[in-house]
Protein backbone atom coordinates (compact mmCIF):
# COMPACT_ATOMS: atom_id res chain seq x y z
CA UNK A 1 0.00 0.00 0.00
CA UNK A 2 3.18 2.23 1.21
CA UNK A 3 4.35 1.10 -2.43
CA UNK A 4 1.75 2.10 -4.09
CA UNK A 5 1.00 5.52 -2.60
CA UNK A 6 4.80 6.22 -3.29
CA UNK A 7 4.22 5.66 -7.47
CA UNK A 8 1.45 7.82 -7.05
CA UNK A 9 3.28 10.63 -5.62
CA UNK A 10 6.23 10.59 -8.28
CA UNK A 11 3.43 9.99 -11.18
CA UNK A 12 1.92 13.65 -9.58
CA UNK A 13 5.39 14.79 -8.93
CA UNK A 14 6.08 14.38 -12.94
CA UNK A 15 2.80 15.86 -14.16
CA UNK A 16 3.32 18.71 -11.96
CA UNK A 17 7.00 19.11 -13.42
CA UNK A 18 5.83 18.26 -16.60
CA UNK A 19 3.04 21.09 -16.59
CA UNK A 20 5.50 23.62 -15.27
CA UNK A 21 8.40 23.32 -17.79
CA UNK A 22 5.36 23.54 -20.62
CA UNK A 23 4.21 26.45 -19.05
CA UNK A 24 7.87 28.42 -18.38
CA UNK A 25 8.72 27.11 -22.11
CA UNK A 26 5.70 28.98 -23.15
CA UNK A 27 6.72 31.69 -21.07
CA UNK A 28 10.10 31.95 -22.35
CA UNK A 29 9.29 31.09 -26.01
CA UNK A 30 8.18 34.55 -26.58
CA UNK A 31 8.29 36.84 -30.27
CA UNK A 32 11.32 38.11 -31.10
CA UNK A 33 10.95 42.28 -30.87
CA UNK A 34 14.76 42.83 -31.57
CA UNK A 35 17.40 41.89 -34.12
CA UNK A 36 21.15 43.73 -33.30
CA UNK A 37 23.64 43.71 -35.48
CA UNK A 38 27.12 43.67 -34.77
CA UNK A 39 30.55 43.80 -37.01
CA UNK A 40 32.77 45.92 -38.95
CA UNK A 41 30.62 47.26 -41.94
CA UNK A 42 32.56 49.21 -44.52
CA UNK A 43 30.36 48.36 -47.63
CA UNK A 44 27.10 47.97 -46.59
CA UNK A 45 24.88 49.16 -44.24
CA UNK A 46 23.08 47.82 -40.92
CA UNK A 47 19.91 48.60 -42.11
CA UNK A 48 20.13 46.78 -45.39
CA UNK A 49 21.17 43.92 -43.40
CA UNK A 50 18.42 44.59 -41.33
CA UNK A 51 15.80 44.52 -44.21
CA UNK A 52 17.25 41.43 -45.76
CA UNK A 53 17.24 39.48 -42.14
CA UNK A 54 13.46 40.17 -40.89
CA UNK A 55 12.14 37.78 -43.51
CA UNK A 56 14.00 35.26 -42.02
CA UNK A 57 12.80 35.21 -38.83
CA UNK A 58 9.44 36.21 -39.25
CA UNK A 59 6.85 33.10 -37.91
CA UNK A 60 9.80 32.42 -35.60
CA UNK A 61 9.36 32.74 -31.62
CA UNK A 62 12.61 33.46 -29.90
CA UNK A 63 13.11 30.42 -28.20
CA UNK A 64 12.31 27.55 -30.75
CA UNK A 65 13.99 29.47 -33.75
CA UNK A 66 16.37 27.03 -35.13
CA UNK A 67 20.07 28.90 -34.79
CA UNK A 68 22.00 26.78 -37.01
CA UNK A 69 19.46 27.21 -39.44
CA UNK A 70 19.16 30.65 -39.42
CA UNK A 71 22.86 31.15 -39.70
CA UNK A 72 22.90 28.95 -42.60
CA UNK A 73 20.08 31.06 -44.26
CA UNK A 74 22.04 34.52 -43.58
CA UNK A 75 25.38 33.97 -44.94
CA UNK A 76 23.22 33.53 -48.63
CA UNK A 77 22.76 37.46 -47.80
CA UNK A 78 25.15 39.20 -50.66
CA UNK A 79 28.20 40.77 -48.79
CA UNK A 80 28.45 38.16 -45.70
CA UNK A 81 31.56 35.95 -45.65
CA UNK A 82 30.37 34.98 -41.69
CA UNK A 83 27.59 35.18 -39.62
CA UNK A 84 27.17 33.88 -35.68
CA UNK A 85 24.07 34.10 -34.40
CA UNK A 86 22.63 34.16 -30.90
CA UNK A 87 19.77 34.84 -28.51
CA UNK A 88 19.82 37.93 -25.70
CA UNK A 89 17.37 37.56 -22.58
CA UNK A 90 14.34 38.08 -23.30
CA UNK A 91 13.38 38.49 -26.68
CA UNK A 92 16.15 39.90 -28.87
CA UNK A 93 18.71 37.74 -31.36
CA UNK A 94 22.14 39.31 -32.09
CA UNK A 95 23.76 38.58 -35.62
CA UNK A 96 27.67 38.95 -35.58
CA UNK A 97 28.39 39.28 -39.31
CA UNK A 98 31.96 38.99 -40.93
CA UNK A 99 32.01 41.39 -44.08
CA UNK A 100 32.98 40.15 -47.64
CA UNK A 101 36.23 41.86 -48.54
CA UNK A 102 36.08 42.33 -53.06
CA UNK A 103 38.84 42.74 -54.54
CA UNK A 104 37.47 42.12 -58.13
CA UNK A 105 34.77 42.07 -60.55
CA UNK A 106 34.07 39.09 -61.53
CA UNK A 107 32.83 37.92 -65.11
CA UNK A 108 29.58 36.54 -63.66
CA UNK A 109 28.23 40.27 -62.51
CA UNK A 110 29.64 38.92 -59.19
CA UNK A 111 32.69 40.14 -56.92
CA UNK A 112 36.02 38.04 -55.98
CA UNK A 113 37.50 37.95 -52.88
CA UNK A 114 41.09 38.12 -51.47
CA UNK A 115 40.58 33.91 -51.18
CA UNK A 116 39.46 33.99 -55.14
CA UNK A 117 35.65 33.13 -54.04
CA UNK A 118 32.53 34.64 -56.29
CA UNK A 119 30.03 36.35 -53.93
CA UNK A 120 26.46 38.33 -54.71
CA UNK A 121 26.90 42.51 -54.73
CA UNK A 122 23.12 42.49 -54.83
CA UNK A 123 22.23 46.04 -54.64
CA UNK A 124 25.01 47.40 -53.01
CA UNK A 125 27.53 49.53 -55.28
CA UNK A 126 30.99 48.16 -54.80
CA UNK A 127 34.55 49.94 -55.10
CA UNK A 128 34.58 51.76 -58.38
CA UNK A 129 38.53 50.61 -58.85
CA UNK A 130 38.28 47.34 -58.35
CA UNK A 131 39.89 45.37 -61.71
CA UNK A 132 38.07 43.31 -64.02
CA UNK A 133 38.68 39.39 -64.20
CA UNK A 134 36.81 36.53 -65.90
CA UNK A 135 37.58 33.12 -66.05
CA UNK A 136 35.63 29.43 -65.90
CA UNK A 137 33.55 28.91 -63.50
CA UNK A 138 35.63 27.86 -60.31
CA UNK A 139 39.33 29.54 -61.70
CA UNK A 140 38.52 32.96 -59.42
CA UNK A 141 41.72 32.01 -57.19
CA UNK A 142 43.94 31.07 -60.32
CA UNK A 143 43.29 34.47 -62.15
CA UNK A 144 43.58 36.65 -58.82
CA UNK A 145 46.82 34.83 -58.57
CA UNK A 146 47.96 35.70 -61.84
CA UNK A 147 46.85 39.12 -61.79
CA UNK A 148 49.04 39.72 -58.91
CA UNK A 149 52.29 37.94 -60.86
CA UNK A 150 51.31 40.45 -63.28
CA UNK A 151 51.50 43.28 -61.22
CA UNK A 152 54.51 42.50 -59.42
CA UNK A 153 56.78 42.23 -62.92
CA UNK A 154 54.83 45.36 -64.67
CA UNK A 155 55.79 47.25 -61.41
CA UNK A 156 58.81 49.14 -62.80
CA UNK A 157 57.02 49.88 -65.40
CA UNK A 158 54.47 51.72 -63.57
CA UNK A 159 51.80 49.92 -65.47
CA UNK A 160 48.52 47.87 -64.06
CA UNK A 161 46.58 45.43 -65.41
CA UNK A 162 42.96 46.56 -65.42
CA UNK A 163 41.55 43.55 -67.36
CA UNK A 164 42.51 39.89 -67.40
CA UNK A 165 40.80 36.88 -69.52
CA UNK A 166 41.47 33.69 -69.18
CA UNK A 167 39.73 31.72 -71.81
CA UNK A 168 37.63 28.27 -71.87
CA UNK A 169 40.72 27.01 -73.85
CA UNK A 170 43.33 28.01 -71.38
CA UNK A 171 44.64 31.17 -73.57
CA UNK A 172 45.30 34.28 -71.70
CA UNK A 173 44.69 37.93 -72.46
CA UNK A 174 45.05 41.05 -70.53
CA UNK A 175 44.45 44.77 -70.62
CA UNK A 176 46.69 47.71 -69.40
CA UNK A 177 45.49 50.79 -67.63
CA UNK A 178 47.09 52.59 -70.78
CA UNK A 179 44.07 50.64 -72.61
CA UNK A 180 46.72 48.04 -74.42
CA UNK A 181 45.55 44.73 -74.84
CA UNK A 182 48.23 41.81 -74.90
CA UNK A 183 47.20 38.46 -76.07
CA UNK A 184 49.58 36.50 -74.00
CA UNK A 185 48.35 32.99 -75.40
CA UNK A 186 48.61 29.38 -73.23
CA UNK A 187 52.17 27.96 -73.71
CA UNK A 188 55.62 30.03 -72.26
CA UNK A 189 54.19 32.71 -70.39
CA UNK A 190 57.52 33.85 -68.42
CA UNK A 191 59.39 34.29 -71.94
CA UNK A 192 56.40 35.93 -73.68
CA UNK A 193 56.61 38.50 -70.50
CA UNK A 194 59.55 38.63 -70.34
CA UNK A 195 59.97 39.86 -74.56
CA UNK A 196 57.23 42.51 -73.91
CA UNK A 197 58.67 44.36 -70.70
CA UNK A 198 61.73 44.89 -73.06
CA UNK A 199 59.67 46.02 -76.01
CA UNK A 200 58.14 48.10 -73.90
CA UNK A 201 61.07 49.97 -72.73
CA UNK A 202 62.70 50.11 -75.60
CA UNK A 203 59.84 51.82 -77.61
CA UNK A 204 56.40 50.70 -77.55
CA UNK A 205 56.30 52.30 -74.02
CA UNK A 206 56.41 55.46 -75.86
CA UNK A 207 54.04 54.44 -78.95
CA UNK A 208 51.34 53.61 -75.68
CA UNK A 209 48.51 55.59 -77.37
CA UNK A 210 48.75 54.45 -80.81
CA UNK A 211 48.83 50.79 -79.86
CA UNK A 212 45.28 48.73 -80.36
CA UNK A 213 46.81 45.21 -78.72
CA UNK A 214 50.55 43.23 -78.73
CA UNK A 215 50.14 39.65 -79.62
CA UNK A 216 52.90 37.31 -77.91
CA UNK A 217 51.99 34.35 -79.08
CA UNK A 218 54.98 33.83 -81.50
CA UNK A 219 57.82 31.78 -81.27
CA UNK A 220 60.50 35.18 -81.74
CA UNK A 221 59.14 39.23 -81.11
CA UNK A 222 56.07 40.18 -80.62
CA UNK A 223 53.51 41.92 -83.11
CA UNK A 224 51.93 45.13 -83.05
CA UNK A 225 48.36 46.14 -84.03
CA UNK A 226 47.65 50.11 -84.23
CA UNK A 227 44.47 51.70 -84.02
CA UNK A 228 42.52 51.51 -87.15
CA UNK A 229 43.58 48.24 -87.82
CA UNK A 230 40.43 45.71 -88.14
CA UNK A 231 41.54 42.47 -86.45
CA UNK A 232 40.13 41.77 -83.51
CA UNK A 233 42.63 41.22 -80.71
CA UNK A 234 39.83 38.39 -79.34
CA UNK A 235 41.47 36.14 -82.49
CA UNK A 236 42.93 33.21 -81.09
CA UNK A 237 44.56 32.30 -84.88
CA UNK A 238 47.72 33.70 -85.19
CA UNK A 239 49.31 31.05 -83.53
CA UNK A 240 49.48 28.14 -81.60
CA UNK A 241 48.54 30.58 -78.72
Do not use: C
Not at 65 to 79: C, F, P, T, Y
Not at 217 to 240: I, K, L
Amino acid sequence: MVARGSLVGVLLLALLLGAGGRALWVWLDRPIERVSVRGELTHVSADYLRSRLAPLIQGHSWLSVDLAALRREAREIGWLKEVRVSREWPDALTFELVEQVPVARWSDGRLLNPAGEPFAAGPVSPPGDLPDLAGPPGSGAEVLDFRARLAVQFASLGLEVRQLRLEPRGAWRFQLDSGVWVMLGRNDRAPRLGRLVAAWERELGALASHIRYIDLRYPNGVAVAWHGETQPPEGESATEG
